[in-house]
C-alpha cells in the first residue's frame, strides 16, 4: 500500500522558517518524481514546487521561487520542502504527493502569523 | 496567476447527471494528461482519473472523463449524496513548467 506520510509544520512568525517532510513507502521511491502542493484555508489547490526522481529537474511556483527549496534522499526514502521567509499568505495546508499526484499526503498546516 | 478553468459549483438533482468542464490550452489540457481529483471537506484530494480518461483504482463507474481539444470534462451520472465535493482538474504546463489546477468546481446534489 502507497503512503505518504507527513510530518513537520505548525505555527511561525513572518520571516521565519520551517521544514516540511513526507516519508514514503509502499513504492519504489526512487523511481517517482514528487511534487508539493498546497490549499490556503478555504480555497483551491496550488502546486508549490517539483522534482524528479533524481534531483535532476526541479520546479517552484513564481510564488515561492527562492524562498522554498525541495529537496529529497532515495536513500530515506524522504521528500523535504524547505521554506524560508515565510509570508502570511504562505498559510496553508501542505500536502506531498507522487509525481503524477496520484498519491496525497494526510496533509500538514502551516500557519504564518505574529 | 495562470490556471486552468472551471466552474466555481454545479448543482444537480438526485439521480441525475452532472458534468464540469476544465478549459485550457495547448500548452497544458490540450497536449498534457489531465487529472481529476475529488476532495471531501476535511480530507486530502483523492485520484479519480489520470491521464484524461483513466479511471483509478476504486472509482465507481458513474464517474467517466474525456478531453476533447482544449476542453476535459468529467461526467457522473446517477448521483448520490456522498457525490457532494470539490472537484479539480489539473495538467502540467510545458511552457510554464508548472502544474496548474482549476480552481475547483463545487458540486451540490439537490
Known amino acids: 500500500e502507497v503512503q505518504l506520510v507527513q510530518s513537520g509544520g505548525g505555527l511561525v512568525q513572518p520571516g521565519g522558517s520551517l521544514r516540511l517532510s513526507c516519508a514514503a513507502s509502499?513504492?519504489?521511491?526512487?523511481?517517482?518524481?514528487m511534487n508539493w502542493v498546497r490549499q490556503a484555508p478555504g480555497k483551491g489547490l496550488e502546486w508549490v514546487s517539483y522534482i524528479t526522481s533524481r534531483s535532476s529537474a526541479i520546479y517552484y511556483a513564481e510564488s515561492v521561487k527562492g524562498r522554498f527549496t525541495i529537496s529529497r534522499d532515495n536513500a530515506k526514502n524522504s521528500l523535504y520542502l524547505q521554506m524560508n521567509s515565510l509570508r502570511d499568505d504562505d498559510t496553508a495546508v501542505y500536502y506531498c504527493t507522487r509525481g503524477g499526484i496520484d498519491y496525497w499526503g494526510q496533509g500538514t498546516l502551516v500557519t504564518v502569523s505574529s | 496567476q495562470a490556471g486552468l478553468t472551471q466552474p466555481s459549483s454545479v448543482s444537480m438533482g438526485l439521480r441525475q447527471t452532472a458534468t464540469i468542464t476544465c478549459t485550457g490550452s495547448?500548452?497544458?489540457?490540450?497536449?498534457?494528461?489531465v487529472v481529476w481529483l475529488q476532495q471531501h471537506q476535511g480530507h486530502p484530494p483523492k485520484l479519480l482519473f489520470y491521464t484524461n480518461n483513466n479511471r483509478a483504482s476504486g472509482i465507481s463507474e458513474r464517474f467517466s472523463a474525456s478531453r476533447s481539444g482544449n476542453t476535459a470534462s468529467l461526467t457522473i451520472t446517477g448521483l448520490q449524496p456522498e457525490d457532494e465535493a470539490d472537484f479539480y482538474c489539473s495538467a502540467w504546463d510545458t511552457s510554464l513548467n508548472e502544474r496548474l489546477f482549476g480552481g475547483g468546481s463545487k458540486l451540490t446534489v439537490l
Open positions: 509502499g513504492f519504489t521511491f526512487s523511481s517517482y518524481s
Open positions: 495547448n500548452n497544458n489540457v490540450g497536449s498534457q494528461g
